[in-house]
């Protein structure tokens, strides 16, 4: 039998929430290594395996009690063929693990009671270099044959949607969007940007959604921004059109720099009831955003105080 398909954010005025920094939250509250900064392979471990059914199914058991839908994402954001070569995984191998990720989101909606509705399901895809250098000898072409590989895995995996986080340039962003969209599965693409308001390529926000938007015939979904902070994001919105395409947030726990927060040794976790004030300032003027969740330093505590704020707010 088929699995009932959910509603998408685009799909709906509707609040979502997803998930948070599973890596920071791995490394420095649960204590496990995470080579290449990867958390997929830990499937193959049966404790570091439980715990990540304890991060997922956490947020499900919020989005449950908050009454919303929830996207799993962020656990393959690694799982692409260069960094999975880098960690022994043939092409096969790395194949299985991403479906072992999709399926594990099943088990953790079924485990906190998600109904299918309720329940997305996101391919993640991270970028094919460092997030947090400047990969500017990828082109939109490379980008898209390299993605692809992983695009179609998410498809015949039954994943409702493909999301890219932490990309710093449109070239990779377009390839990604057109990979997507020669799979027909929808996409969003994900930005991270400096502190000095522009994403590491150069490129403003509007820039960016607006190259993307002209090279794909607004081919993704929406976009988001992530691994970023509200002190440095925020400014970077306006209201005006291109805007109106951004339609989540994945918010940094701290306004330290980015790539700063994940080599620290230690966990930034900020100030929870600051950041969801500071995401209900954000979509007061921003209404179309309807996607939330968090990146380096969040977990559940964070999502779940964002999601209260947000839907009293309403």
């Not at 088990?107 to 990969?135: F, M, R, W």
Request: charge should be negative; aromatic fraction near 8%; hydrophobic fraction near 40%.
């Amino acid at each position: 039998m088929s699995r009932t398909s959910p509603r998408l954010p685009h799909q709906t005025t509707d609040i979502f929430l997803t998930d948070g920094g599973t890596e920071t939250w791995l490394m420095y509250k649960r204590g496990f290594d995470l080579p290449e900064f990867s958390a997929f392979h830990l499937l193959n471990d049966q404790r570091s395996a439980a715990a990540l059914r304890e991060y997922y199914t956490a947020f499900a058991n919020v989005a449950v009690k908050l009454g919303t839908p929830f996207i799993f994402d962020s656990l393959t954001y690694r799982a692409s063929r260069d960094w999975g070569a880098l960690l022994g995984y043939s092409t096969q191998a790395l194949g299985d693990m991403n479906h072992k990720c999709i399926e594990l989101y099943r088990a953790c909606a079924a485990q906190a009671g998600l109904t299918a509705e309720n329940t997305v399901i996101s391919g993640c895809i991270g970028p094919k270099g460092d997030a947090y250098k400047t990969n500017q000898d990828l082109t939109a072409e490379n980008a898209q044959a390299y993605h692809a590989e992983q695009i179609d895995t998410f498809k015949a995996a039954g994943a409702d949607i493909v999301t890219a986080l932490t990309l710093n340039t449109t070239d990779e962003a377009i390839g990604i969007a057109k990979a997507s969209a020669e799979a027909d599965i929808p996409s969003v693409i994900s930005f991270t940007i400096e502190k000095n308001r522009k994403l590491r390529s150069g490129e403003t926000l509007k820039q960016a959604i607006e190259t993307v938007d002209t090279a794909t015939s607004n081919a993704p979904a929406y976009y988001m921004i992530n691994c970023s902070h509200p002190v440095d994001f925020g400014p970077a919105l306006a209201s005006e059109p291109w805007a109106n395409r951004i339609r989540g947030l994945r918010a940094n726990a701290s306004s330290l720099d980015h790539g700063t927060l994940c080599q620290l040794g230690h966990l930034e976790e900020g100030n929870p009831d600051e950041l969801a004030s500071q995401y209900v300032d954000i979509r007061a003027a921003h209404p179309n955003m309807n996607v939330f969740g968090g990146c380096c330093g969040t977990d559940f505590v964070h999502v779940e105080k964002i999601g209260r704020a947000l839907l009293t707010a309403a």
